[in-house]
């Protein structure tokens, strides 16, 4: 069985830094492929950042060069981690990772992902 269970969200003013912590446990992990996700008020929730398999990482063009997906190893659970920094108002949401297995395709997708996590809030004010 899958658990996924975010933490690490809060409210920070513009240009400020968040960490987001994603613990997961469940069968092959080491088979899995990650996402973060994010979904603000009255849009479609949106891929942030992923990582493969294979550890290859791709972001979206909006945060390219302001967050980071890493992800720790360990024997019964791994984390997944994201690094906000100069954080924008635009990138209030809730935040969610993600996890499967298998085909990976088109990668940020919300649709490539079966296992989601409750969700953690960012916000940020100016």
């Known amino acids: 069985q899958v658990q996924l269970v975010e933490s690490g969200g809060g409210s920070v003013q513009v240009g400020g830094s968040l960490r987001l912590s994603c613990a997961a446990s469940?069968?092959?992990?080491?088979?899995?492929?990650w996402g973060w996700f994010r979904q603000a008020p009255g849009k479609e929730r949106e891929g942030v950042a992923d990582?493969?398999?294979?550890?290859?990482?791709?972001?979206a063009d909006a945060v390219k060069g302001r967050f980071t997906i890493s992800r720790d190893r360990g024997v019964d659970m791994d984390t997944l981690y994201l690094e906000m920094t100069n954080l924008k108002p635009e990138d209030a949401a809730m935040y969610y990772c993600?996890?499967?297995?298998?085909?990976?395709?088109?990668?940020?997708?919300?649709?490539?992902?079966?296992?989601w996590g409750q969700g953690t809030q960012v916000t940020v004010s100016s």
């Open positions: 993600a996890v499967d297995w298998g085909t990976y395709e088109p990668r940020l997708s919300v649709d490539a992902f079966r296992y």
């Open positions: 990582m493969t398999t294979t550890g290859n990482t791709m972001y």
């Open positions: 469940g069968p092959w992990r080491s088979q899995w492929f």
